[in-house]
């Protein structure tokens, strides 16, 4: 097994293969029967489609939705959010409160 799965275009971002793995239903789903390795070998998953994955759902849009300025690619802060829910979770902290998905797709 992986230990992790790559994000497109950013080669530095390390989306642990445990946090991804038990969602290989849905990778299939959103991505035409594909499997998590297969997605991996093409060159992995922009942060949308992980964070979608991750959720179990489709694939929507991430947007900043609070009409603030911000700095950064608004899919990869929330994938890291849930990276870091994710650890907070297996340590017994209390989860924290995500950014918006964009509801108008």
Not at 22 to 34: D, V
Not at 36 to 64: H, N, Q
Not at 76 to 99: N, S, T
Request: contains cysteine; proline residues 7%.
């Amino acid at each position: 097994m992986r230990e992790f799965m790559p994000i497109l275009r950013n080669p530095d971002f390390r989306l642990p293969w445990s946090m991804i793995a038990p969602h290989e239903k849905q990778a299939q789903a959103n991505h035409g029967g594909q499997t998590l390795e297969r997605l991996a070998e093409r060159g992995g998953l922009s942060f949308c489609e992980a964070a979608a994955i991750m959720e179990d759902r489709r694939w929507s849009r991430i947007v900043w939705n609070d009409g603030q300025q911000h700095k950064g690619d608004p899919a990869r802060v929330y994938l890291e959010k849930l990276i870091a829910q994710h650890a907070q979770q297996r340590e017994g902290q209390p989860a924290q409160a995500q950014p918006q998905k964009d509801s108008n797709q």
